[in-house]
Nanobody, 115 residues
Framework: QVPLVESGGGLVQAGGSLRLSCAAS????????MGWYRQAPRKQRELVAE???????NYADSVKGRFTISRDNAKNTVYLQMNSLKPEDTSVYYC?????????WGQGTQVTVSS
């Protein structure tokens, strides 16, 4: 297990922005995809956004046009720029890095959007 260090969560008013970062604590090779998931209380964990090694992106319908995922391969880091935040975006956000033979998750960072 390679520890993933997440940062950037916090409390923001509706309409505001946050940028989440997730960095691997050591080099990871043969990454297939890097992504962000979220889980609200009493709900299942859901995909927010994912970016593949080829650069293809996939977003949940609820965040399209508001969130942008990006990555820095040299730093083994994935970012999530979240704009026009809504109260329903309130959740714990987890990063995920998966590849051949591994599937790493971060510890989660809380994002709270007040109305």
């Amino acid at each position: 297990q390679v520890p993933l260090v997440e940062s950037g969560g916090g409390l923001v008013q509706a309409g505001g922005s946050l940028r989440l970062s997730c960095a691997a604590s050591e080099n990871i090779f043969s990454i297939n995809a890097m992504g962000w998931y979220r889980q609200a209380p009493r709900k299942q964990r859901e995909l927010v956004a994912e970016i593949t090694s080829g650069g293809s992106t996939n977003y949940a319908d609820s965040v399209k046009g508001r969130f942008t995922i990006s990555r820095d391969n040299a730093k083994n880091t994935v970012y999530l720029q979240m704009n026009s935040l809504k109260p329903e975006d309130t959740s714990v956000y987890y990063c995920r890095i998966r590849g051949s033979g591994y599937d790493y998750w971060g510890q989660g960072t809380q994002v709270t959007v007040s109305s």
